[in-house]
């Protein structure tokens, strides 16, 4: 049978990073193809290769069985690719016709396009409003958005990029299901992935990404996560250690926070109550876009609430701003490095300073370049941040790299709490086991330490206890070892709070 | 073939440097365009505009005293800038600076106090402040954006001025010339060299310098509106207050420009007049952004932006060429600096079109 | 009677002291709506005035000069265009650039212009003006600018919601990255509202001296050019409330110069600087609401594209 793509030689070099080299993988018709790799393996390069978002540099792409030149995303929905991105390519304030109609590039009118919209909705099982905001859609809901947008154009290829790193577990098992039937139809599935065990349930085949170059080949059914994992990996699975830690009083508390949305789009924080103690690590599971930013907001202090509501080792904090806090002894890792925890255009040295500034660094408010310097090189060394020098760019560092300095910077500081959000986002494997060890130790050290994370698995591998934040409520939080992934997704799809049925 | 930008790794160090001059190379050529399209020989007229100037002693001490203005201005609109506050309302504040300053002047002038000249500068300061402070106000209490409402209020220093030397401050004995009178003696600034009319206000210019340079790289307040400009997220994080930042930068700058204009009552003009200024508030924003948002640069922009008028006046007198040319002339200055400035953090790539097509 | 007639003068004056508004404000919130800031709209206006006013005074024909005026506003947004766009400069600093240009070209290529005399534009003629009441007869004294103007808030309202290009627009102006990741070109998209700005701003300058007060002299638009900029905030970018911003703010320039006839005795200098608060005003209670400002805000206002790859 003729393989419905094809990609022969591919090659696609950034400056001096090569993110494609000499790629070659074919998908047949009805296939579900899985694309693995790690952070930063290539995966989403060579899918924007295909959608014709980036051109490569060397390769040819051939689409059932004819050599093909994808000039741009027009040309690849015309061949009958859809692509459905893991960053959403939506409008907020257009509506869900708007938005596929832009998609579509069609020009029939919106009544029509609305009809049309509701019957393959229907059929596939994906139910959405044509006429709301995309803004007042939950990210599940968009998805679907997504998807059908590239259904409407009655696709032969269907890409998806990471897509159950927004979903439920169950929403999760809806989206294969609908998958499956559209394989089923002869449509063909390239499915971007790093989680392991979705691919060996959902995918017929599979290609092998690192660092650029396919490493393997093969049928993920007859493959177990570790042999997949070490493929993705190129060696044995490496864990984190968990040194023995006396969990001890709370360290912070919060009791009763609520908090309007402070911008448009936002989660109103409702009632929130946890306590973290001293020496343990507390993972808040949930779907992006339920309060995590708003909670991260409050707790650091970029947001003020009620003094009582936030104490710190019984301290109320709740009115003072990010720099009293920590002085008192609260850390935050945020979620964004470049712009947030760290500023692009700065050196090292300066983005030591940036919550460092203290008597040691800036005495009677003139700087001691002498001790800022000092403070940078130590942060570079015991964190091992590869960098040029501490007068090194923050852009020029890689994200793992960058996120190691961060992380270090705010362990250094000694903190009493440290915040964390989305630790080992998008970085490498080194890296994230790195990060994840040093909260570990950190916690062991007596801190207490707040991991807000999208990555179930991460915080199953190091928190001592998970809550699930879902529409801006906190759930109860429960012990590692008594949670199940089945239960804990239940709460994040707000099962908790849904009305009694 | 084609042309195609790429970013570069590393912001270039030598474009960085190069970019200015590179601007100040490419105006000088757009100036002789010009004044060819005028019908003059754009090599006379470029020697008139640039070089003339410098031949004299006399012409170096006016370079110090046009420069005086653009640079006190100029270090005020950087500092903010760096903070990404922008207030082009520099005018305004050094015409209320004037207001203020010579107010001072008019009430006690000639009666021999050791203590006119201070307050007036310091009125004049204040003056100035005190009309940046409004935009800071309305932009830390309502959120109304700084670039509008301090341009705005300039128009309305600019009127306000007009209202008094038209009116209320006119001087009675002035056949009904629209000025005050002449400052006393003991309310003009004293003069730097006998003869010439460079004045102390240029010794503050200079003073604000260094103060400036230490206030943005060796100081806690000065990273902070580093931070603030340059990353507003970052700034939250760790902390720093964005109000503060905005009354900061507001503040300083309005009190420098402030100081310009009574340096200019008090200095070259020696009374108020309805426009205290030819533009020196508005060219200053070229003067910061050519000298790179750094003192030190902004002194040699100051210096070629102070040519650049003192010349202007020298193609008046002597090719009756426009004063409006070396308007001109400056806009495309900051046009191909901005141009020019692409290429630090960009170079320019030939590519032969996709690989596989 | 005579009541209603000054108040149908009243309104023809606050129309005409409008339109320049109406014009450069629309320019702006086409080229805002697709994501670019451009503050040099007075630098525009006033090229555009200073180039329609030569025209006019070279060809005798004022529509000619109106062309011309859009033309070299236009020309003026290409600059800008090339420097943000394909160089992928400072908006802001661009924006200011221009001004300053403008205001030294404006000054330079007009100078010679000075004191020279034009028949300004007429008005349209309408063939039973004589047979109509007094009232009617004032209105239709209004010149096809004004029409032009006062037509804009519905074809540009039309334009943005109910046609395809509108849509791509707004797009546009709300996420570039996802405009171009669905295929649609976004410096192409960007640079035909800014182009479309230019224009607009150049003849709404060249409305000042061409029919306002047909005559040229330097720095003549008088910050208008930015009193259009805090109009479209004012907006929240949405048409029709320009509208009704620009006639309110033709109503305040007609008031300083009635003032007096309403029994204000102030010097002329501070009832000059009424617009110019009146747009401070009008920006401090439109901003208030930072949360309502950012919803309505076009997302990608001011920021760069790249497209990378």
Same mark, same amino acid.
């Given at each position: 049978m003729t393989a419905r793509l094809a990609l022969v030689g591919i090659t696609k070099r950034y400056g001096a990073m090569l993110a494609n080299n000499d790629v070659t993988l074919s998908v047949a018709p009805g296939e579900i193809h899985a694309l693995l790799g790690e952070n930063g393996a290539g995966k989403s390069t060579l899918m924007k290769i295909v959608y014709g978002v980036v051109k490569p540099d060397a390769g040819v792409i051939a689409w059932e069985g004819e050599p093909v030149v994808i000039a741009d995303p027009n040309a690849a929905r015309a061949l009958g690719v859809g692509m459905v991105f893991q960053h959403f390519s939506l409008f907020e304030t257009l509506t869900v016709a708007e938005n596929i109609a832009l998609g579509l590039g069609s020009t029939q009118p919106m009544a029509e396009l609305a009809a049309e919209i509701r019957q393959v909705a229907a059929q596939y099982g994906l139910a959405v409003e044509a006429e709301r905001h995309v803004h007042s859609l939950s990210v599940g809901e968009r998805q679907r958005v997504e998807i059908l947008r590239c259904l409407l154009q009655r696709p032969k290829l269907l890409i998806l990029d990471e897509p159950t790193s927004v979903l439920t577990p169950q929403e999760a098992d809806g989206l294969f299901v609908m998958l499956?039937?559209?394989?089923?139809?002869?449509?063909?599935?390239?499915?971007?992935?790093?989680?392991?065990?979705?691919?060996?349930?959902?995918?017929?085949?599979?290609?092998?990404? #690192?660092?650029?170059?396919?490493?393997?080949?093969?049928?993920? #059914?007859?493959?177990?996560?570790?042999?997949?994992a070490e493929m993705m990996m190129g060696g044995a699975l490496t864990h984190t250690s968990r040194p023995p830690a006396q969990v001890g009083a709370p360290c912070l508390a919060v009791t009763a926070l609520t908090l309007a949305a402070d911008e448009p789009f936002g989660t109103t924080l409702r009632d929130i109550s946890l306590e973290l103690r001293a020496g343990e690590i507390l993972g808040v599971a949930g779907v992006a876009g339920n309060g995590q930013k708003e909670l991260l907001a409050a707790l650091s202090g970029e947001r003020r609430a009620a003094a009582g509501a936030v104490l710190l080792?019984?301290?109320?904090?709740?009115?003072?701003?990010?720099?009293?806090?920590?002085?008192?002894?609260?850390?935050?890792?945020?979620?964004?490095?470049?712009?947030?925890?760290?500023?692009?255009?700065?050196?090292?040295?300066?983005?030591?300073?940036?919550?460092?500034?203290?008597?040691?660094t800036a005495p009677h408010g003139l700087l001691d370049l002498g001790a800022v310097n000092a403070l940078a090189a130590r942060l570079v060394a015991r964190f091992g941040v590869r960098c040029s020098g501490i007068l090194a760019q923050g852009r020029s560092l890689s994200g793992g790299n960058m996120q190691k300095f961060i992380v270090g910077r705010e362990i250094d500081a000694q903190p009493k709490v440290l915040l964390a959000a989305h630790p080992t986002w998008g970085v490498d494997i080194g890296a994230a086991l790195a990060i994840r060890q040093a909260l570990l130790d950190l916690a062991a050290a007596g801190a207490g330490v707040l991991v807000v994370s999208e990555d179930l698995d991460e915080l199953l591998e190091i928190a001592d206890r998970i809550a699930v934040l879902s529409g801006g409520r906190l759930s109860a939080p429960m012990p590692v070892g008594e949670t199940s992934v089945e239960g804990i997704g239940l709460l994040m799809g707000g099962a908790a709070h849904a009305p009694a049925a | 073939m084609r042309l195609r930008l790429e970013a570069r790794q590393q912001p270039s160090q030598t474009m960085q440097w190069l970019s200015p001059f590179l601007a100040a190379v490419l105006a000088a050529l757009g100036g002789g365009v010009v004044f060819a399209l005028l019908g003059h020989n754009p090599a006379t007229a470029l020697a008139t505009l640039f070089l003339a100037p410098l031949a004299t002693l006399d012409g170096l001490t006016e370079l110090g005293l046009k420069a005086t203005p653009l640079l006190l201005c100029a270090i005020g609109i950087a500092v903010g800038v760096r903070a990404n506050v922008w207030n082009i309302g520099a005018e305004g504040q050094l015409t209320l600076g004037a207001i203020t300053g010579g107010g001072i002047a008019l009430a006690f002038?000639?009666?021999?106090?050791?203590?006119?000249?201070? %307050?007036?500068?310091?009125?004049?300061?204040?003056?100035?402040?005190?009309?940046?402070?409004?935009?800071?106000?309305?932009?830390?209490?309502?959120?109304?954006?700084?670039?509008?409402?301090? %341009?705005?209020?300039?128009?309305?220093?600019?009127?306000? %001025?007009?209202?008094?030397?038209?009116?209320?401050w006119i001087d009675p004995e002035g056949f009904n010339f629209p000025q005050t009178r002449m400052f006393a003696d003991d309310a003009m600034l004293p003069v730097l060299l006998e003869g010439a009319r460079l004045n102390a206000g240029f010794l503050l210019a200079l003073l604000a310098v260094p103060l400036a340079w230490g206030l943005l790289s060796r100081t806690a307040v000065g990273f902070r509106l580093r931070t603030v400009g340059q990353a507003p997220a970052?700034?939250?994080?760790a902390g720093f207050s964005a109000n503060g930042a905005v009354w900061f930068s507001l503040v300083l700058s309005g009190a420098l420009a402030g100081l310009a204009g009574v340096c200019e009552a008090a200095g070259p003009v020696g009374q108020l007049q309805p426009l205290m200024s030819p533009g020196y508030g508005f060219a200053a924003i070229i003067v910061a952004f050519l000298g790179r948002l750094h003192p030190v640069g902004i002194l040699s922009a100051s210096l070629l932006m102070a040519l650049l008028y003192l010349g202007g006046e020298q193609l008046q007198v002597t090719l009756q060429l426009p004063i409006a040319a070396t308007g001109t002339i400056q806009g495309m200055l900051l046009f191909f600096l901005l141009a020019t400035d692409v290429f630090i953090d960009q170079r320019l790539v030939f590519t032969r079109g996709p690989a596989h097509a | 009677m005579h009541d209603g007639f000054a108040l149908i003068a009243l309104l023809v004056a606050t129309l005409r002291a409008a339109t320049p508004l109406l014009l450069a404000g629309f320019g702006e919130l086409i080229a805002e709506r697709s994501g670019v800031l451009n503050l040099g709209v007075e630098g525009m206006m006033l090229v555009g005035a200073a180039a329609g006013f030569i025209a006019t005074a070279s060809t005798g024909n004022p529509l000619l000069g109106l062309l011309v005026a859009a033309a070299a506003g236009a020309l003026m947004a290409a600059l800008f265009g090339f420097l943000t766009l394909t160089l992928r400069a400072n908006q802001v600093a661009c924006g200011l650039a221009l001004t300053i240009f403008g205001v030294g070209l404006s000054a330079l290529i007009g100078l010679p212009y000075q004191g020279t005399p034009i028949t300004g534009l007429a008005t349209v003629i309408w063939p039973d003006l004589d047979s109509a009441g007094p009232v009617v007869q004032q209105l239709m004294l209004l010149d096809p600018v004004v029409w032009l103007a006062l037509a804009l808030p519905f074809l540009v309202f039309a334009f943005l919601y109910r046609t395809r290009s509108g849509l791509v627009l707004r797009a546009v102006g709300e996420s570039h990255d996802v405009a171009h990741a669905l295929g649609y070109s976004v410096l192409r998209v960007r640079f035909a509202a800014v182009l479309f700005g230019g224009a607009m701003a150049g003849m709404g300058g060249s409305y000042l001296s061409l029919v306002y007060t047909p005559m040229w002299t330097e720095n003549m638009v008088a910050g208008r050019g930015w009193i259009a900029l805090a109009l479209v905030v004012f907006s929240a970018w949405k048409p029709l409330w320009l509208a009704l911003g620009a006639v309110l703010f033709g109503f305040v320039t007609i008031a300083q110069f009635h003032a007096e006839a309403f029994g204000l005795d102030v010097s002329s200098h501070l009832l000059s600087t009424l617009p110019y608060l009146a747009t401070v005003v009008v920006l401090v209670l439109i901003s208030r609401d930072a949360a309502r400002l950012k919803l309505n805000a076009p997302a990608a206002l001011g920021k760069p594209f790249s497209a990378a790859g």
């Open positions: 499956r039937r559209l394989a089923a139809e002869g449509c063909s599935v390239l499915y971007i992935s790093h989680k392991l065990e979705e691919i060996r349930a959902l995918c017929t085949a599979a290609t092998v990404l #690192r660092a650029g170059q396919v490493v393997a080949r093969c049928d993920p #059914r007859l493959e177990t996560a570790e042999s997949l080792q019984g301290q109320p904090i709740g009115a003072l701003g990010p720099a009293e806090r920590r002085a008192r002894g609260l850390a935050f890792i945020p979620e964004e490095r470049l712009g947030r925890g760290a500023v692009a255009e700065f050196t090292l040295a300066e983005n030591a300073m940036l919550t460092r500034l203290d008597a040691r | 002038g000639g009666e021999g106090h050791w203590w006119t000249l201070p %307050l007036m500068l310091f009125a004049g300061a204040a003056g100035g402040a005190f009309w940046a402070a409004i935009p800071a106000l309305l932009r830390t209490k309502f959120n109304a954006h700084e670039i509008l409402t301090t %341009l705005m209020l300039s128009y309305v220093a600019i009127q306000v %001025l007009g209202w008094l030397v038209h009116g209320p970052a700034a939250r994080y | -």
